[in-house]
């Protein structure tokens, strides 16, 4: 019987390590109305709904879905912002976005006093856009916008492109 129960042990052995090793999927939490100060993973604001965010911690990356309202007033993403057939979406007061911002196809956007450790981009968008007053470690990029986007001020480690060349 000994060897029994050295089999037992080992296969509960093999099974937790087995468990430990798979990888960890970060939670997906929906924002239909306000979220305060507290910390999340990744954030999604779903199909049509409207999304208040206010001193909001996401540690990986947040997506805005088509007709979704984004409002984020001093925030901080660990990663990107990313915002595809939107109906507006608004970045501002000292916000923090480790990552990247993209922002296409979708209606209007104001991004201002914020930070943005990677490129900011608009490209194809339908509604009034305003960048004013910003850090951005990468590239500002817009295409294809009409109207064209407005701003000035903004602090741009890379190249500024296209129709925000005067931004």
Same mark, same amino acid.
Do not use: W
């Given at each position: ?40 993973? +990744? ?23 088509? @007709? ?11 990663? +990107? ?43 194809? +968008?339908? @509604? ?16 294809? +916008?009409?109207?064209?986007?407005? @701003? @000035? ?15």
């Amino acid at each position: 019987m000994p060897t029994f129960k050295f089999a037992l042990v080992f296969a509960a052995i093999a099974a937790t390590s087995a468990a430990a090793a798979l990888p960890a999927h970060a939670d997906e939490r929906s924002c239909r109305g306000t979220i305060g100060a507290v910390t999340v993973d +990744n954030l999604r604001v779903p199909e049509g709904a409207t999304c208040t965010l206010d001193r909001t911690l996401v540690k990986g990356t947040l997506k805005v879905e088509r @007709g979704a309202t984004l409002r984020a007033r001093a925030i901080r993403v660990i990663g +990107n912002i990313q915002a595809e057939n939107h109906r507006s979406v608004s970045v501002t007061g000292g916000s923090r976005v480790d990552g990247s911002l993209q922002v296409k196809q979708g209606g209007g956007a104001t991004v201002s006093d914020s930070f943005f450790g990677s490129d900011v981009q608009f490209f194809t +968008n339908s @509604g009034a856009i305003s960048i004013r007053s910003n850090r951005i470690d990468g590239n500002l990029q817009y295409k294809e +916008n009409s109207p064209a986007p407005a @701003g @000035g001020l903004n602090v741009v480690q890379g190249n500024k492109e296209d129709q925000c060349a005067r931004l």
